[in-house]
């Protein structure tokens, strides 16, 4: 969702930068880059780390809390597509292509994201703490997701933005499309890479699952 559907990854940059000076520090863009498609837990561990933070779970936890309420106003606000993404949609829901969003994001702020989305896209929707702390890289959550829509992981083309979400993908058997947001992806053995997805529809994915397949 962050980063492959909406253009939501600056406005965590603004959560993330506002919370690290309440911290006492600035995150360096490394630590920025490393926590891209990650889950709260660990976001939350990597910042207090790179900022020299005692990882105390209570003050992590009320962090995370900050974060989420924080990102959430910020998500009412401007919620911007990313280039082609919302085409893509259309096209596979006029297909009657079954589709599952994916996301490290939690459950709470993901339901505030799909008001904007259209959660009538998705026949189901799995969370970052909906699999039991399986967070991607793990292709736990697109298994998961493959099991809820009723077919095989590699029968399912995911559509990725980031280095974790791209490797849980790829574990988990599905043909990859993957289309870098803040995080430079080359092509590798198991994905394929496009610079957006615009003109990309319902036909070109299962193209892209075909030629895979074969």
């Known amino acids: 969702m962050d980063g492959t559907l909406i253009d ?3 406005l ?3 959560g993330l930068k ?4 309440q911290l006492g520090g600035e995150l360096s863009q490394q630590a920025r880059d490393s926590v891209v498609g990650s889950n709260m837990d660990n976001t939350m561990r990597v910042v207090f780390t790179s900022l020299g933070v005692e990882p105390d779970q209570a003050a992590m936890d009320k962090a995370a809390q900050w974060l989420t309420e924080r990102t959430a106003e910020l998500f009412r606000i401007d919620l ?14 006029e297909h009657g292509v079954p589709m599952a969003l994916v996301t490290s994001t939690e459950r709470a702020l993901t339901e505030v994201a799909l008001d904007s989305i259209g959660r009538h896209f998705f026949t189901a929707t799995i969370c970052g703490d909906e699999v039991d702390g399986r967070n991607k890289p793990d292709p736990a959550p697109y298994l998961l997701a493959a099991d809820l829509i009723g077919v095989s992981a590699a029968r399912c083309v995911a559509v990725e933005d980031s280095p974790m979400g791209m490797r849980s993908a790829v574990t988990a058997g599905c043909t990859v499309l993957v289309v870098p947001a803040e995080v430079p992806i080359a092509p590798g053995d198991g994905w394929t890479v496009r610079d957006s997805l615009v003109g990309v529809d319902a036909f070109t994915l299962g193209a892209l699952g075909l030629a895979e397949s074969g």
């Not at 506002?18 to 000076?21: D, I, M, T, Y």
């Open 8 to 10: 939501s990854e600056k």
């Open 18 to 21: 506002e919370l690290a000076v």
């Open 12 to 14: 965590w940059d603004i």
């Open 80 to 93: 911007p597509w990313r280039p082609g993404a919302r085409a893509v949609l259309e096209s596979l829901h």
